[in-house]
């Protein structure tokens, strides 16, 4: 026994350390969210108060301004521009009292209040059970989201009042005690914003007939004192303008974001759409209400908020961005069997809500649609069609894990292999890597726009300077090729023609192709390839920041034609920015080599057959040509690309260790892996 207390106490020791460590992991953790949370909340703020007077806490001023409608006598509805309800005017009345700049520093810090209010009520009301570490790093996580998200920001620059609907229902919901004070919350949110009374039916269905009784007196009996108070402003909101439409900006602007919105957008006018509208607003409303009252007796009274504030977003006449946060919310459902299935729903939930649509839709016609109504096409699919999980259900505590490749540091370089970057034996969700792949474009895209050397006249002299640097190089080593490569391929029409064919259309294509092979046929090999690739970008991107360069074809005296573009008219001061779409100074390095070199040698190392290792080994040498030869690139531009991939792919050997060679040699080396030593020790 002796003997048995004295080995065992070693063991308890390092155990109790361990939990103190993890402890210890999980308090920092949480402060550095915390941190992060501030951080955003500064940066929102700074973005207002850095908003010169007149554009920043527009509808605040249009409101309690000293020329605001409700400053003013006469009717609140006169200009159109007051959209809130009577009774939300009378309780702004006394606002009109104090000093305009006193209440602007009041209202943007009141807001942030109130959003860290939302974030803490949020986060206690997930539903139960949660891990330690969800309950620790909920709060804060929260209120991140809420300040990057869109709804937000556009309160804090317009001084609107939309956050406090949400947070009374919130409070109305989890924070009170008892049904009838619950009721009162959710009955004042109703008259400030009317289509919140569709959560009077999910209390009564729910059993809260006491809360729903209450909200709708609390309702009727608000909306009373306005009309008493103010009868011709009562009328022209309820009757007149059928509660409030027509107030405000455009209903088919992109702002408005329901059901109303996207049919005028669509081309739908007069009865036919008053009749679509009212149709489908119903079936939206009625089934939003069902799959609520279900989620709610499940347990899952959150989603079942965020269901029923998704179809009040779909049904209301007007829903202006500022009014969209129910979408953020739902993002607590879970969807999915599979552990990497799981985080698709919230990934697009977040980046719908934080990111403007053109970045999330590419900017193409035939998406306009889709692009325009985003937003309200999320609240539809919460409201309606996105299968979330029952408490009751397996795959909602124990989804199917996720097969990875087993880690395996690199062996000339002694760095833990980041757990983010492992590879997956198995497919990836692939709305979840289309939705990536498009969100990092577009990131790319804007990053490369805005790299120093842009249309700018400093920028362009910096560009000029280091494309004679460049051409000064080459010459050193007599490789200065691309003005005798360029008027050769001039004189040639079919070689000009197949160059610029090959240099506009295969930069894109094969790349995606590639992908879209190994995420199909090869998916061991799909995560390490597309790890790669991303490394390389991002080197590529620090050097069109660090080095803007001008091409053969800008650089002023080399006599290079462009082939693509035609020939550049060096007389104008805004020759170097053929469109807004580009910079023209992004060269160094060339990415259109370096991702063909990408290609060729992914394609060289899991291809099966010589013939494809061979055709993929061509495609950089034909990009090479093309980029010389249409005067886009220098021949130095081609291994500054060449380094940036070969810096990807080292980047990936040593965070990622080495590739593992086929899926069945992973497997196989994931079923060898002894198990951890807690686990293979006998009861």
Known sequence: ???????????????????????????????????????????????????????????????????????????????????GTPFGGLVLKPLTRAAEQALGWGWTFGTLLLVAALGLVAARALPQPVSRRTSLFAAPVA??????????????????????????????????????????????????????????PLLWFTGRRRAALAAGVTFAGSTA???????????????????GVGLGGQADALAN?????????????????????????????GLGLRRAVRYARDGQLLLAVAVTGCAAVAVSPTTWQHQLLWVLLAVVGRVGKRASDRCVWPVAVVLVMTLPAKMMVPNTSALYPLRDNVVLLAALAAATVVPFLSRASTPYRSPIPTQYAPAVPARRWRVPPLPFLRRVLTRPNLLLELLLIR???????????????????????????????????????????????????????WLRNFFDFYYESFHFVVPLAVLGVLYWRRPVDYRWARSALGFATLLALAGFWLYPLAPPRLLPGLGVLDTVHGVQDFSKPDYGTLTALTNQYAAMPSLHFGWSLWCGLVIAIVAPRWWMKALGLLHPLLTLAAIVATGNHWVLDAVGGAAVVGAGFGLAYVFQGPRAR???????????????EKDRTPG
């Open 439 to 493: 969100v990092t474009y577009a990131a790319y895209q804007r990053v490369r726009l805005a790299a120093t050397g842009g249309s700018d006249a400093g920028g362009r002299a910096t560009a000029e300077r280091h494309g004679r640097e460049i051409l000064d190089l080459e010459r050193l080593l007599h490789i200065d090729i691309e003005h005798a490569v360029n008027h050769a391929v001039v004189q040639v029409d």
């Open 143 to 200: 209120i991140s989201l809420l300040m990057l998200s869109l709804p937000v920001r556009n309160t804090l620059w317009l001084g609107q009042t939309s956050i406090i609907p949400v947070l009374l229902v919130l409070l109305g919901c989890f924070a009170v005690r008892g049904e009838k004070t619950g009721g009162v919350l959710i009955g004042l949110a109703a008259a400030l914003q009317p289509t919140v009374l569709l959560f009077a």
């Open 257 to 285: 974001q329901s059901l109303h919105g996207a049919l005028l957008r669509l081309g739908l006018t007069g009865p036919l759409e008053i009749g679509l509208f009212l149709v489908l607003g119903a079936a939206v409303a």
């Open 225 to 243: 004192v306005a009309w008493a108070a103010m009868p011709h402003d009562s009328y022209t909101y309820w009757v007149h303008h059928m509660a």
């Open 662 to 676: 086929t899926a069945a040699a992973a497997i196989a080396r994931t079923a060898l892996t002894p198990a951890p």
């Open 1 to 83: 026994m002796a003997n048995a207390e004295h080995s065992g106490g070693p063991a308890e020791a390092f155990g109790a350390g361990d939990a103190g460590a993890a402890r210890a992991r999980l308090r920092a953790a949480r402060l550095g969210l915390w941190l992060i949370a501030a951080i955003l909340a500064i940066r929102q703020v700074a973005v207002v108060l850095a908003t010169p007077r007149g554009e920043r806490l527009t509808a605040l001023e249009t409101w309690v301004g000293p020329e605001g409608v409700l400053h003013v006598k006469g009717s609140l509805y006169d200009s159109t521009l007051f959209t």
